[in-house]
């Protein structure tokens, strides 16, 4: 089934008053865009400019040539299709196209841009908000919860657009030959049991006691109070991170710490966190700052900033009980070490 039919017969469902038919135009125009910059980054530097550093996006990071091309694309689909506002990574203010529409998109058009010259796997996210009657900077700083639909796409070895419509998430791989997603799951479920986890090791010394707590309980292997061994997975890219947890279970971990503009977080709030969350909730998942749902997060401003856990449900309780009341592992003697007399690991 390609994703037009996929979304024909959902809007044809009789809905709970969401605006089904409109939604289903979005997601489509999404996808036509994410289509053309699949065949732009496919070309990597046979075109002029291919990962030049242009600026900073409006929160400070690099802005790569490439994201201002990804942005024009979404924002030009997006014109086309029934939105009233969109938040984008690139823009440093909410955009208003057109007023009376019933939808606001959030975006972040190209994720892991840095990623772009070594060939690794970047992406675009996505999530669907109703409009209301504030104005357009105050719509898009909507909580989680509200989100419609929200999807990502995955430019790698495949081309895969990964979505949630409230029902579940699908996943769909790009066939070129046709230029159309065809299904290839239409039910994701985040796999159990898998002994696999993805931070950056490098911020060790930056991180809480509670993450420090979580590492060394998962590095100490088979010997620690874990039991088992795990692997750590870290590819510096959202989108391919949580389509690896999708489909192959485990954890992703992105804490605050303390270095000068982390201290909240890194991840966005409203265009990366939550449709990343929503996306692993409907494949029986969790998503949280370590310890309240992300979904709940009442967003602050346009490019807030947040921590992130997210993968297998039993999983992300587990870091967070680590906050709740890690074990004494910073204390790491004889008596309260991972297999001291006096510990006793939960869960």
Request: glycine content about 10%; charged content about 20%; hydrophobic content about 40%.
């Amino acid at each position: 089934m390609n994703l037009k039919t996929h979304l024909d017969q959902w809007a044809a469902r009789a809905g709970a008053g969401a605006p089904r038919a409109e939604i289903a135009q979005v997601v489509l125009a999404l996808s036509r865009a994410a289509v053309d910059l699949a065949e732009r980054i496919s070309l990597g530097p046979l075109q002029s400019g291919f990962g030049e550093v242009v600026g900073e996006n409006p929160d400070g990071d690099a802005q790569a040539a490439l994201d201002v091309v990804a942005d024009r694309l979404f924002q030009a689909a997006l014109a086309a299709a029934p939105v009233a506002v969109t938040g984008s990574e690139e823009c440093p203010t909410a955009q208003v196209l057109d007023g009376e529409a019933p939808l606001v998109v959030v975006i972040d058009p190209l994720d892991g841009s840095s990623n772009i010259e070594t060939n690794l796997s970047v992406g675009t996210i996505f999530g669907i908000l109703p409009m209301t009657g504030r104005g357009p900077d105050a719509v898009v700083l909507q909580a989680g919860r509200r989100l419609l639909a929200a999807g990502m796409v995955v430019y790698g070895p495949q081309t895969t657009l990964i979505l949630t419509l409230g029902e579940g998430t699908a996943q769909f791989i790009l066939d070129r030959r046709e230029r159309v997603f065809v299904c290839t799951e239409p039910k994701m479920v985040i796999p159990q049991g898998r002994a696999e986890f993805a931070i950056n090791a490098s911020n060790y010394r930056h991180w809480d006691a509670a993450i420090r707590a979580y590492v060394d309980d998962c590095n100490a292997g088979v010997n620690g109070p874990r039991g088992r061994n795990f692997n750590t997975r870290w590819l510096a890219s959202l989108v391919a991170e949580a389509s690896r947890i999708l489909n192959r279970g485990g954890v992703f971990l992105y804490p605050a710490d303390r270095r000068p503009g982390y201290e909240h977080g890194r991840l966005r709030l409203v265009y990366e966190a939550n449709p990343i969350a929503m996306l692993i909730e409907e494949a029986g998942g969790a998503a949280t700052d370590g310890v309240r749902r992300i979904r709940d997060l009442v967003p602050q401003q346009l490019h807030q900033r947040v921590p992130l856990v997210f993968g297998a449900a039993d999983k992300v309780e587990r870091v967070t009980r680590y906050y709740e009341g890690p074990p004494s592992t910073s204390e790491r003697s004889p008596l309260f070490g991972p297999r001291g007399l006096f510990y006793s690991a939960r869960g």
